[in-house]
Nanobody, 121 residues
Framework: QVQLVESGGGSVQSGGSLTLTCSSS????????MGWFRQAPGKEREAVAA????????YVADSVKGRFTISQDNAKNTVYLQMNSLKPEDTAMYYC???????????????WGQGTQVTVS
């Protein structure tokens, strides 16, 4: 019913940029929260950036602050992650996720995409 599909990943050189896109099968107006998460091999999944509609707030992890920007286009049911000044430590599988309610803990968010690989060398 609800499907999130990420795209835009790839391999780039250090210092380069990529824009990730998350396309939703339903109106993103339905979601109380949406965000981007990443997981490197052997590491736990971590939050990168998220937007909370109810409180009109945006979270950005300290590790990417000033380099990554989350945005959305409600008309296109799409969320973006603009990544600039990429570093090798940004290498990971990046996931888009969302929830209608119960946004407090992202680990409980029910909707997740399949992921898109970002490799920085």
């Amino acid at each position: 019913q609800v499907q999130l599909v990420e795209s835009g990943g790839g391999s780039v050189q250090s210092g380069g940029s990529l824009t990730l896109t998350c396309s939703s099968s339903v109106n993103i107006d339905n979601f109380g929260c949406m965000g981007w998460f990443r997981q490197a091999p052997g590491k736990e999944r971590e939050a990168v950036a998220a937007h909370y509609t109810g409180t009109a707030t945006t979270y950005v992890a300290d590790s990417v602050k000033g380099r990554f920007t989350i945005s959305q286009d409600n008309a296109k049911n799409t969320v973006y992650l603009q990544m600039n000044s990429l570093k090798p430590e940004d290498t990971a599988m990046y996931y888009c996720a969302a929830a209608v309610n119960w946004c407090a803990s992202w680990r409980d968010w029910p909707y997740w995409g399949q992921g898109t690989q970002v490799t920085v060398s």
